[in-house]
């Protein structure tokens, strides 16, 4: 089995944002980026990440291999203690989540939404992130 390449480059700005994170939802986001990093790094076909803002949001994008959608993560501003990884909301990701894990909670068509006094759904988000950063090799080879 071939060597997947590691990591990705990171953002300085990026951790000006993750420092101003209220706790506990900061540390969930930081889990949060952490598991997308090794996420990508483990999915075939990924490569590595770039980590920017979007929006004023940590952003993860495939801007080598461009395999896949864009990730967004943040804490929901109108809701204490709740934070959302956020998908384009043109794709059908959210749509395919929902039918393969119907235990997450789902924002309209664009976020998963997460407690931040809950545990982290693992295994759940690592399959929905995995997706999200294989999208557009799935939607290539099926065309």
């Not at 101003?20 to 598991?35: H, T």
């Not at 770039?50 to 993860?60: A, R």
């Amino acid at each position: 089995m071939a060597k997947r390449p590691s990591t990705a480059t990171r953002d300085a700005a990026v951790e000006t944002v993750f420092e101003a994170y209220p706790n506990p939802v900061g540390a969930k986001l930081l889990a949060l980026r952490r598991l997308i990093f090794d996420t990508a790094r483990t999915t075939e076909g990924v490569g590595p990440l770039e980590e920017t803002l979007k929006w004023g949001q940590p952003s993860y994008l495939t801007t080598e291999s461009k395999s896949g959608s864009t990730i967004r993560i943040d804490q929901v501003k109108t809701e204490a203690g709740r934070y959302a990884v956020y998908f384009h909301c043109q794709t059908d990701l959210v749509e395919t989540f929902r039918e393969l894990h119907p235990e997450l909670r789902y924002g309209g068509n664009r976020s998963i939404l997460l407690e931040a006094g809950e545990k982290v759904p693992e295994k759940a988000l690592r399959h929905c992130i995995a997706l999200a950063l294989t999208y557009h090799a799935r939607k290539r080879k099926v065309r």
